[in-house]
């Protein structure tokens, strides 16, 4: 039992936490669709006493024809404005379903501390695209669906019951087998598909697979043998899909046979009851034909929305799935460390030394926190932080700038302590230099300069980048794109130097600015790094690269610290 | 319009036999629903005639009863009929479908491949041809089946009730269903275009923004950019509501028509039958029929909300699978055994859009059993040289033969068969071992296990594989269950199965500790003693492997 409390919660108790927001919207649309299905017998009605006129002068209410049809359209419109209310209200939730689902997620999973994700880029991005997405035919589709399945089946059961109670008998008893059978169907039909799916991916996937290998496929000249391949597992997982989707399609013609039975014994028992042949099941007095026709106009409505529901449930499912990995996301996020203030723009506080001293931090969320040695370095100087992997050399830059809530200690920029409320300001003193650079969507200008005023000349001249620049098709105009397609590691760095000689913030941390580069291409790092000392920016690099190291004033070396 | 009927006419094409069937049980199913309604309404009706005229006993009653029976249960038992036939033509025609799409993307110039090897344009690529799963299925045999049984109606209407009702009937879907519906469709091609453009953004941005959230926090710009990403989703969120508004638009057109066409029936008919040229249970019959078809319209409100997707993705999905054939060199290869295997001289490459070349003047020669090594700082082109090298790329300027023959005499088959180059980041796929080293065989070859084994133990990744389960151990999709040094030997085994004459490597032992890396590149000398090796790669034990160097400038 110990188990029960600390297992998360129901995925369908987060989706009605999320859709909460807008409950009463939906409840509210749900039941204008439930007025709108409500219009049908009043449609039926007037069918049944032009007809009954027809057939039988005299025995209903008289309706002419004309007047009928005018009657019958005029309903349908009450109807098509009920639905399209109902339509739209549901869609206006949905809308805000998603987009304050999106909107939690993404900011949250943004202000995670550099390092310590506990969702991927990867993660986020098809979480907060398609998979959320989901949401909206849950909101707009499965909801009303489910209150029309509730409600309406059984009001025409009532309603039924009101002419003859034969009927409604029918109705209740073929009514109530069709989730019972569907049940059974959709069982099978689930077992059947976990059996032929576990080891062979979708179509999608082997298609994919070999795009993503084109290159390897032609300088193999394997592209035919692949193709065959290709051909011969598709074909294959076409006949095993074909096989699931035999006893899956089962349940949805289960439903309609239920149903055509169901409505065919109505018309049977109407018909006969007409003719004169049975005379039991309504209150006594006999059938009049517009009782009749009206009988067979509401059986088919009532099975409906037991139909809609059944094609609407996979909608259910989707959002089930994704509720509760949302819920799974949003939990580990919330566990893990985050950055310190909000990323804003800010005012750099009045520089001094930088001194940290008790700092102790947790990478990760699992992890036990890391003790790193005090420091204390002076403006202007450069300072190489070293040790093996793992000694937290990242991690100690991280922290200088507030990129993650260290455990315990301080740090101070002259007189001023690095807190949460003034993060933005201290990190307006410093400047970045990752060691994977990963650049946006955008042109190499606005990448160095963000957007801001500046020398851009003597930025790129100061970091050796100008022939970096020169080599792109476009010069500044170029965009580097996701993988930072045309550049090298080397070139990527420098251009990132650019920037941060562009910036001209203070002080300048960069994170092992010289790996997997060869010496030549090092030097050129080091020399375009040394460029911004000479500017009198203090430099601090987290590296374990002897000639960088060496190219420093002094080291503060993590190893042995604990 | 046209990219839809283009994309029809292809997803039929190979399938007609499956398709026709599908379409005529599709037809089946709606004529039999109507026909259901309409015998019901008839029935009915003329009981209740017969039971006021004191007629009874003389009614047939049998016929009518048994045809609401036979046809209930006879069009529960077509649609399940249906829905198998046309899934089943459906994932035919797809899987069809992907082949062209493959053979497409393979005849697409080396620096487009590249691209659409990117996470971003294969997330697109699935997403498109899942858009088109429904163009038969929702789109296509909706419609034609629908049409069909409007016409089978208006002549069933016209013989059994007369012109005027099943002409009503037949104008009043043919303008809702048929006008409405393609005046909604019209428009959904935009919005359609914005809310994917728009899910794209989001998944761009929301990558972007938190690959580079330290650094754009440090730059004080995490805010903007988070601002940025929301403003993607509010975009999406307004392309969406529009595209809902265009769903509420289609299901009126719907419900409109299918109450215009019963009122129309129930007046028209109701009108005959008080002037006595039909029987009231002519009339009745008339009315449900008008009322049944509604069906063929209901059917098609799906396809039509994804309309607009459909001509957007069908669009891109045949711009794929219409690549043209690659140019190639005809006749059969004419090789000189004496000359070096590789001959370059003077070669250039310039990237396109760029002035300056990247590399020039690459002057060498490989010559049987040499190793020969290309460097040159980082950025200097020694992959893109590689590339070019392999016939991936052409030259800006130079010239390079290959066993005495220009590279670009060569035909695309007979230059893969001497010359192979294992890339930087090679990409497995899912599936066996053995099916991945298979790929390295011709077409209808079958691997000869020995060999295989042979190859594995040249790259030291025998005991690896043995561990895993051997030759039959299965890898996830994109390869993934062995580490980035083993997928890279078992690339390098790969390429050393296929026994070439020219083995380009590039950066073949990269992530691997210095004993493996100098066992794997003695490994592959000794199982192919007479190719020439041509390796870029920044590592000592490698460059000592080499007999000579070249400098890339």
């Known amino acids: ?562 | 319009m046209k990219t839809l009927l283009t994309l029809t006419a292809r997803l039929i094409a190979d399938q007609k036999w499956a398709f026709s069937r599908g379409l005529a049980l599709s037809f089946l199913v709606l004529a039999m629903g109507a026909a259901l309604l309409g015998l019901s309404g008839w029935f009915i009706t003329a009981s209740a005639l017969a039971g006021i005229t004191g007629l009874g006993l003389n009614f047939n009653f049998f016929t009518p009863s048994a045809g609401v029976r036979g046809l209930a249960l006879g069009r529960a038992v077509s649609r399940y009929g249906e829905r198998l036939l046309t899934h089943d033509a459906t994932l035919r025609a797809l899987a069809k479908l992907r082949i062209d799409l493959m053979d497409g993307v393979s005849r697409r110039p080396h620096e487009e491949q590249a691209r659409l090897r990117g996470a971003q344009a294969l997330n697109r690529i699935t997403s498109d041809v899942d858009a088109l799963d429904g163009v038969l299925l929702r789109l296509v045999i909706p419609f034609l089946a629908g049409g069909m049984v409007q016409i089978a109606a208006l002549l069933m209407l016209w013989w059994l009730e007369g012109l005027p009702i099943g002409l009503a009937v037949f104008l009043i879907y043919l303008l809702g269903g048929g006008l409405g519906l393609i005046w909604v469709a019209r428009a959904a091609r935009h919005d359609a275009r914005a809310a994917e453009t728009a899910l794209q953004n989001i998944r761009r941005r929301a990558l972007e923004t938190m690959r580079a959230r330290a650094d754009l926090a440090v730059a004080g710009q995490l805010e903007a950019a988070t601002a940025q990403t929301l403003a993607e989703v509010e975009a999406e969120a307004l392309a969406r509501r529009n595209l809902e508004a265009l769903d509420r638009r289609v299901g009126a057109v719907i419900s409109a028509t299918t109450a215009l066409a019963g009122a129309a029936a129930l007046a028209i008919a109701g009108q005959m039958a008080l002037a006595g040229q039909i029987t009231p249970a002519r009339a009745a019959m008339g009315l449900f029929v008008a009322l049944a078809l509604a069906e063929s319209l209901m059917l098609l409100r799906r396809g039509m909300a994804e309309i607009g997707r459909m001509q957007e993705a069908g669009a891109r999905v045949m711009d794929l699978t219409d690549t043209p054939a690659r140019a190639q060199p005809d006749g059969h290869a004419h090789t000189d055994t004496d000359a070096p295997l590789i001959e370059s001289r003077n070669v250039a490459f310039t990237r396109a859009k760029s002035a300056a070349p990247l590399f020039s003047d690459l002057t060498f020669s490989l010559a049987r059993g040499e190793t020969v090594m290309l460097a040159g700082p980082s950025g200097a082109g020694k992959s893109t040289a590689l590339a070019v090298l392999s016939g991936l790329l052409k030259p800006s300027g130079g010239e390079i033969t290959v066993m005495g023959r220009a590279l670009a005499d060569w035909p695309e088959g007979d230059l893969r068969d001497v010359l192979t180059m294992v890339p930087q980041r090679s990409q497995l796929i899912g599936g066996t071992i053995a099916e991945n080293l298979a790929l390295a065989l011709p077409p209808a070859a079958q691997l000869d296990e020995d060999a295989a084994w042979a190859a594995l133990r040249a790259v030291a990744l025998d005991e690896v594989i043995a561990a895993r389960g051997g030759l039959e151990a299965r890898l996830g999709e994109g390869g993934t269950g062995l580490s980035g040094g083993q997928t890279k030997r078992l690339a390098l085994a790969r390429a050393a199965l296929r026994q070439p004459d020219i083995l380009l490597l590039d950066e073949p032992t990269e992530g691997l500790d210095a004993p493996t890396a100098a066992a794997t590149l003695s490994g592959l000398r000794a199982l192919l003693p007479d190719a020439g090796f041509l390796l870029v790669s920044h590592r000592q034990p490698d460059q000592s492997a080499a007999t000579g160097t070249i400098a890339l400038k």
Do not use: C
Not at chain 1, 79 to 91: G, N
Not at chain 1, 280 to 308: N, V, Y
């Open chain 1, 1 to 562: 039992m110990t188990d029960a409390t600390t297992e998360a919660p129901k995925p369908k108790a987060v989706l009605a936490r999320i859709a909460q927001p807008v409950a009463g919207k939906l409840k509210l649309a749900g039941w204008l669709g439930v007025a709108s299905a409500l219009i049908w017998p009043a449609q039926a009605a007037l069918i049944g006493l032009v007809l009954g006129d027809l057939v039988a002068p005299g025995v209903s209410t008289a309706l002419s024809p004309l007047a009928g049809a005018a009657g019958f359209v005029a309903l349908a419109l009450v109807r098509i404005a009920l639905d399209w209310v109902s339509q739209k209200l549901s869609a206006d939730a949905a809308e805000v379903v998603l987009r304050e689902s999106r909107e939690t997620l993404i900011r949250k999973a943004l202000r995670q501390a550099s390092g310590a994700a506990a969702l991927s880029p990867a993660e986020l991005a098809s979480l907060s695209a398609e998979k959320l997405g989901a949401l909206g035919p849950w909101a707009t589709r499965y909801q009303p669906a489910f209150l029309r399945a509730r409600i309406i089946p059984l009001a025409f059961i009532l309603l039924a019951a009101t002419q003859s109670w034969a009927v409604a008998g029918i109705l209740l008893i073929a009514g109530p087998l069709i989730p019972l059978f569907m049940a059974l169907v959709g069982m099978a039909a689930q077992e059947a598909s976990e059996k032929q799916m576990v080891e062979i991916g979708s179509l999608n996937r082997l298609l994919i697979d070999r795009i993503a290998a084109i290159t390897d496929l032609r300088l193999l000249g394997a592209e035919a043998r692949s193709r065959a391949d290709l051909e011969t597992k598709s074909e294959d997982l076409r006949v095993r899909t074909m096989a699931v989707l035999r006893v899956a399609f089962l349940s949805s013609t289960l439903l309609e046979l239920f149903a055509a039975i169901g409505v065919a014994l109505v018309a049977v028992y109407v018909g006969f009851s007409l003719i004169g042949w049975m005379n039991f099941g309504t209150w006594g007095s006999k059938m009049t034909p517009a009782e009749g026709i009206f009988l067979l106009m509401i059986a088919p409505e009532f099975f409906q929305p037991l139909r809609d529901l059944a094609a609407a449930w996979h909608d259910r499912a989707a959002a089930l799935a994704v509720a509760s990995e949302l819920e799974t996301t949003e939990t580990e996020i919330a566990k893990a460390n985050t950055l310190m203030g909000t990323g804003g723009e800010g005012t750099a506080p009045q520089l001094g030394a930088l001194r940290w001293h008790g700092l102790q931090i947790r990478p990760g969320e699992a992890a036990d926190p890391i003790p790193l040695p005090d420091g204390d370095i002076a403006p202007g100087e450069a300072v190489a932080i070293t040790g093996p992997s793992g000694a937290g050399k990242t991690t100690l830059l991280t922290a200088l700038v507030g990129l993650i809530h260290p455990e315990a200690g301080e740090i101070t920029l002259g007189d001023t302590a690095l807190t949460e409320q003034n993060a933005d300001d201290w990190r307006a003193a410093f400047g970045w230099i990752p060691q994977s650079p990963r650049f946006a969507d955008a042109s190499l200008r606005e990448l160095i300069t963000l957007n801001r005023p500046g020398d851009l000349d003597a930025a790129l001249d100061a970091a050796q980048a100008t022939e970096v620049v020169a080599g792109l098709p476009g010069g500044l105009d170029a965009r580097l794109g996701d993988m930072g397609g045309g550049v090298s590691g080397g070139e990527a760095r420098r251009l990132l130097i650019a920037r941060a000689h562009y910036a001209g913030r203070p002080i300048v941390l960069a994170d092992e600015p010289t790996a997997d580069l060869d010496a030549e291409t090092g030097a050129k790092v080091i020399a375009a790094l040394l460029a911004l000392r000479a500017h009198g920016t203090t430099l601090i690099v987290a590296s374990h690269d002897p000639a960088l190291v060496a190219a420093m004033d002094r080291q503060i070396d993590l190893e042995g610290a604990a």
